[in-house]
């Protein structure tokens, strides 16, 4: 498998800062929500997820801020380490879980 | 567990040639997934199952059939390949009703020429 091309919008960190990646979603029936790390040459793999009914769900190192109002997702990496370096993917489901939706993705990258 | 499992890693087609790409999980889920995932693009689905001897389409189905025979495989076939066809192709597979994370497999490389 491959990772995703050329064109990702990019953020680029320090080793040990906090990363904030940020999605915006299409549907405002959307009821799940989840974020997926996607390292080159690999699949997809669950970071994270989060109900409609909540605003906020945190992991370890991860956190992931759901805005309903404006339709706005995003994903805080605390203290970003260079295995963090991937493309993240933020996802919406509206069809009672049948069907993900996925956004064009971001690429992070850790300078060390 | 192996999880989800593709085959081939890597194939490439002829314009007009016919493939099928095999994917198995061990993990008992009821659902599966066909993703494609093009260059600057997220992952779109194909066509989805939700259960031995069920198909249904996804956002992208023109072009290919799918078939669950078996609870754990899922397979996407192509049968007239197009060079519109060359991407990256994913399996992915969920347990069921209460659990909407989808596992994915490491992917196919098609190139159609």
């Known amino acids: 498998g491959e990772s995703v091309g050329l064109h990702l919008p990019t953020l680029s960190v320090q080793e040990g800062d906090n990363s904030i990646i940020n999605c915006a979603y299409s549907n405002s029936a959307s009821d799940y929500f989840i974020w997926y790390k996607q390292e080159s040459g690999k699949g997809p793999q669950f970071i994270i997820d989060i109900r409609s009914n909540m605003d906020k769900r945190q992991g370890q190192r991860v956190t992931v801020l759901l805005n309903k109002t404006v339709k706005h997702l995003s994903l805080q990496i605390a203290a970003t380490q260079p295995g963090d370096s991937a493309v993240y993917f933020c996802a919406e489901d509206n069809n009672a879980g049948n069907m993900l939706t996925f956004g064009g993705g971001t690429r992070l990258m850790v300078k060390p | 567990n192996a999880g989800v499992t593709q085959t081939p890693k890597f194939r490439v087609l002829k314009t007009g040639q016919s493939m099928t790409l095999l994917c198995a999980q061990d993990?008992?889920?009821?659902?599966m997934y066909w993703y494609r995932q093009d260059p600057g693009m997220g992952l779109r689905l194909i066509h989805y199952?939700?259960?031995?001897?069920?198909?249904a389409k996804g956002e992208v189905p023109d072009g290919y059939n799918v078939s669950r025979l078996k609870k754990q495989n899922f397979l996407l076939g192509l049968e007239s390949a197009a060079p519109s066809q060359t991407s990256v192709y994913f399996c992915?597979?969920?347990?069921?009703?209460?659990?909407?994370?989808?596992?994915f497999g490491p992917g196919t490389r098609l190139t159609v020429t």
């Open positions: 199952s939700v259960g031995e001897g069920t198909t």
């Open positions: 992915a597979s969920r347990w069921g009703l209460s659990s909407y994370e989808q596992y």
């Open positions: 993990m008992n889920h009821e659902y």
